[in-house]
């Protein structure tokens, strides 16, 4: 088996390899799926390393990682090549921090569906992670069967996602499926990111033309689906095409969004630097250019409304110890003023 057709790149050696590359296809717990030179394997992390010195990166799906062979039970992962992406969000278990999603894909198809379970604000927060772990990201509306005229639903993710491509498509009758070639190249990495329901198993299957991953029907009450796919895996298309699916995530919570709030929000941030005073909040100073944006049409102040709220998770996500004490010494200053306030009869002097 070639290495290569699964979108290594002799580079990405290490100039001190004495092991051979391998990339992962699925993580079930402690154990790792693999596919190296010879064919498809399991292996397991080196506790040495990675638990001992703590310099290497816990491998992921899709990650390069270079192993110790062995033809006769696990092998050993010794180290986690260098990424050139990664999508990760808050783990949705408190306290766990990070969790990693997947890696080295080129592009990112945020998947909805047209149907009930259309949802701007959920679309809005997989493309500030999907700028941030740059690779393309791709909107794929699904289900195009299921609704009359989606139009509107088309145009109003055009209007968030910038530059991005919008494709509204139907597994179920192949509809726009050919506006999806570009694509898909041999040796190209995609991963499908969305919630349960939303078709990504039918799509998989359709893209494939042929039944390779599980289906589930949705709720007829609404609209919503069950976990069809139960952990994050790599699949190998015949075209040469390479797919992560990821199991539905209602819960999106944000890590390290720094780049990917000012990719995806770049038509807010535009107005950063334009104000009249240069440490303008953007509530109530004169000459606020991001106040008269709202003012003007030009700004939604619901899309103003996202992207501080986005960012404010963010930042809470960060550093959490930071942010409590910023709120704790936030309060204090407000209990401050208000006690300052009455003792001098309701007036600042």
């Not at 570009?182 to 939303?198: A, C, M, Q």
């Not at 589930?216 to 699949?235: A, F, V």
């Not at 770049?266 to 709202?294: L, N």
């Amino acid at each position: 088996m070639n290495l290569i057709d699964y979108g290594f790149i002799p580079t990405m050696l290490p100039e001190d390899a004495n092991w051979i590359p391998a990339r992962v296809t699925a993580v079930h717990k402690e154990r790792y799926e693999l596919v190296c030179e010879h064919g498809q394997t399991f292996g397991k992390l080196k506790k040495s390393i990675y638990y001992g010195e703590g310099i290497e990166s816990f491998p992921t799906t899709g990650d390069f990682v270079m192993i110790a062979y062995n033809a006769s039970g696990d092998s050993q992962i010794i180290k986690t090549l260098e990424r050139k992406s990664f999508f990760s969000r808050r783990d949705p278990t408190p306290g766990r921090g990070e969790q990693s999603v997947a890696a080295n894909f080129d592009y990112v198809f945020i998947i909805a569906s047209l149907n009930y379970d259309f949802n701007l604000k959920r679309i809005e927060r997989y493309l500030t992670l999907a700028w941030q772990s740059s690779a393309i990201p791709v909107v794929i509306l699904t289900k195009a069967d299921l609704v009359d005229d989606y139009t509107e639903q088309v145009k109003a993710v055009e209007k968030i996602a910038g530059s991005v491509g919008v494709y509204a498509v139907s597994a179920k009758t192949g509809y726009g499926l050919d506006t999806l070639s570009e694509y898909f190249k041999p040796r190209k990495t995609i991963v499908f990111l969305g919630s349960s329901g939303v078709g990504k198993s039918s799509l998989v299957n359709a893209l494939a033309g042929e039944e390779i991953m599980a289906v589930n029907d949705i709720r007829e009450d609404d609209s919503k689906g069950h976990h069809t796919t139960t952990h994050r895996q790599l699949i190998i298309l015949n075209s040469g095409v390479m797919i992560i699916d990821t199991p539905g995530m209602r819960e999106l919570g944000m890590w390290d969004v720094t780049v990917g709030l000012s990719e995806a929000f770049a038509d807010v941030e535009q107005y950063f630097g334009k104000c009249k005073f240069p440490d303008c909040k953007h509530q109530s100073e004169p000459g606020c250019a991001v106040k008269s944006a709202f003012a003007s049409g030009e700004l939604p102040e619901e899309r103003w409304n996202s992207y501080l709220r986005l960012k404010h998770e963010a930042k809470y996500s960060d550093d959490k110890a930071a942010y409590l004490r910023q709120k704790q010494e936030w309060h204090k200053s407000i209990a401050k003023f208000t006690k300052q306030n009455k003792k001098n009869g309701g007036f600042i002097k």
